[in-house]
């Protein structure tokens, strides 16, 4: 890949401790993203994508979760070495995340011009009447037609969609570096997560920001992404450009992910689906983390945890199915 890395993630690891047990929800994960490039990250509930998101912007749910291990470099800093105090400055201003659920990260006793005027001022030294110009501004980029009367509303004012076009606008208004978007179309109806889905895809090319999308629809990842990272159990499974991770999956859950999404074509009565469910971190298996529901799992599998191999110069993937002299049972299976 091509493009200035604007974040580089090394072996990060996050916990929650509880009466002296540590329990795993981030575990060995790595990654990096460049300038101007969108990176999915996919997985069912539980894989550890939001709280991956989380760590990357110090945001671990205290006293009980904790990043233990890992670097995370963002323009040569490590962030993880980074006091709080200038940590706040690269909230919001360098790196801008959207949360899942826009009416409780909006602040209902403030106006969406309070907020986004505070923003502003609070980054960048500006007074409060051009920061609410550029508020105006910014919420005309988003679609909002009538952006000086929204200036002046409520959040519960406004729809779904609306809220979350602003909370686009408030992550957009410094022209961050890196924007997170988790789950930016969650409970969104069809039309509205189509028309932000087109504003994401605009805006990045206009400020040229690297975006890391986090999601668990690989229908949003198929519009948005150049790059794909498969989550699951905590861990990267597979890594790999969007055309070939959908015509060539590696791993077996990735296989299972794309399958299970409906088809146009075919006469299937029912979709396929991935048998059980994500373990949590306190019931993950011997082993592999998805050899319970794994089709392809050996002996193997259920004897030692796979590594996260290079399998050529763009994809990576972690299963013993792509390991070098190991026991081709799982491969014949797959092949049959």
Known sequence: M????????????????????????????????????????????????????????RLVPTPNGEIVDGEIYFNDRDLLKQKEKEMFKVRG??????????MTSLNPVYTIGDQIREQLTYHQDITRREAHQIG?????????????????????RLSGGMRQRVMIAMALSNNPQLLIAD???TALDVTVQAQIL????KLSKEYDSAIILITHDLGVVAELAERVVVMYGGQVVEEAPIDELFDDP???????????????EGTQDRLDSIPGTVPT?????????????????????????PRLMDKDSSRKVRCFLH????????????SS
């Open 2 to 57: 091509n493009g200035e890395t604007v974040i580089d993630i090394r072996h990060l690891k996050t916990s929650f401790f509880s009466k002296k047990t540590e329990l795993p929800v981030v575990d060995d994960v790595s990654f990096s993203v460049h300038k101007g490039e969108t990176l999915a990250i996919v997985g069912e509930s539980g894989s550890g994508k939001s709280m991956t998101a989380l760590s990357i912007m």
């Open 93 to 102: 201003n360098e790196i801008s995340m959207i949360f899942q659920e826009p």
């Open 136 to 156: 105006i501004e910014m919420l005309q980029t988003v679609g909002f037609s009538r952006a000086k009367e929204i200036m002046g509303e409520y959040p519960h």
């Open 183 to 185: 789950e930016p179309t």
């Open 198 to 201: 087109e504003l994401m895809q």
């Open 250 to 264: 590696l791993h077996p859950y990735s296989e299972g992910l794309l399958n299970s999404i409906p088809k146009i």
């Open 281 to 305: 971190p306190d019931n993950l298996p011997v082993g592999c983390n998805f050899v319970t529901r794994c089709p392809y799992a050996m002996e193997l599998c259920q004897q030692e945890e």
């Open 323 to 334: 390991e070098e002299g190991i026991a081709t049972d799982g491969q014949q299976h797959r």
